[in-house]
């Protein structure tokens, strides 16, 4: 009987580990998943998104500011944004570091913005592109493991499974194209952590898929949404729109706050005196 008791925790043992075995066997190495994400994302070399974007409203809790923008994306980092509206209309303009924002006919320069990095992921041209953008995002390309975004399961390059909220890269586990980032950047000594989801694909092509939504995170809260409602991608797009010198001299810079002109010192006595006057 205890033999028997013996052989039977034998044998279901020697069946978990063979499980474990198979389960560990499914892991492709993590350069050979950035292979076929490049061989998906290499068929895509500009794209242009017609999308209602929302955004929390800072004046009212529960509540999302909507608003209709143009996203135009080449290769290598340029990125076009443009929106028209009552309030204010904007083009903003991205590309080799450069950040250069036209507000109601003003232009002005701001720092880069870490979630600007979306298109990067959606048309890289190469394994290398992607090791050089993931390895900018401090994700750990040495390991590997299998993670569920909703219903989806993804092979989730570094971390490990107990590790939250480290740089990540996951990517569909049959079509392997990008389903989500969480990257790190640091600027002037402070760290951001962003965390970018690429959802609700659609094949806009034989064999080319694009996400129809695009959901951005800090801190677990979502800070922006952007809802896909037209995608038209390898089109001829004029190299106009994505030339910053010409974009500049077009455009006026915008002039910094004027100081305060100080009144007159015998104007300031004058009025003192005025005052003194008044109020005895």
């Known amino acids: 009987m205890h033999r028997l008791i013996i052989s039977i925790l034998g044998l279901i ?20 998943l950035l292979e076929f994400v490049a061989d998906r994302t290499d068929k895509i070399y500009n794209f242009r998104f017609e999308a209602e974007v929302e955004s929390p409203d800072p004046e009212v809790p529960d509540s999302m500011i909507k608003k209709e923008v143009v996203y135009y994306a ?7 944004l443009e929106t028209e509206g ?16 036209l ?49 989806q ?22 079509n392997f194209w990008p389903i989500r980032l969480i990257g790190r950047r640091s600027s002037s000594g402070v760290d951001d952590l962003v965390d970018i989801r690429f959802l609700a694909y659609q094949e806009v092509a034989g064999s080319v898929w694009l996400p129809t939504v695009i959901e951005f995170y800090r801190q677990d809260q979502l800070f922006c949404r952007m809802t896909v409602q037209t995608i038209s991608f390898n089109e001829q797009l004029p190299d106009s729109l994505f030339d910053m010198d010409k974009f500049v001299v077009e455009h006026p810079s915008l002039a910094p706050p004027t100081e305060p002109t100080e009144k007159p010192a015998e104007e300031l006595e004058e009025m003192r005196r005025y005052l003194e006057k008044k109020y005895e």
């Open 74 to 80: 080449a290769r290598p980092d340029l990125l076009r």
């Open 103 to 151: 507000l109601n006919g003003q232009l002005s320069v701001e720092p880069a913005r870490h979630e600007d990095i979306f298109a990067l992921l959606l048309h890289a041209d190469s394994l290398q592109t992607l090791e050089m953008l993931l390895t900018e995002e401090h994700v750990d390309l040495s390991q590997v493991h299998l993670g569920r975004l909703g219903k």
């Open 153 to 174: 399961i993804a092979y989730v390059i570094g971390g490990s499974p107990r590790q939250v909220g480290v740089p990540q890269f996951w990517c569909d586990k049959d």
């Open 13 to 32: 043992l020697s069946i978990s580990v063979l499980r474990l075995d198979v389960a560990y066997g499914y892991l492709l190495p993590p350069q050979q």
């Open 86 to 101: 009552e309030v204010d209309d904007s083009t903003v303009l991205i590309g080799g570091g450069k950040r250069l924002v």
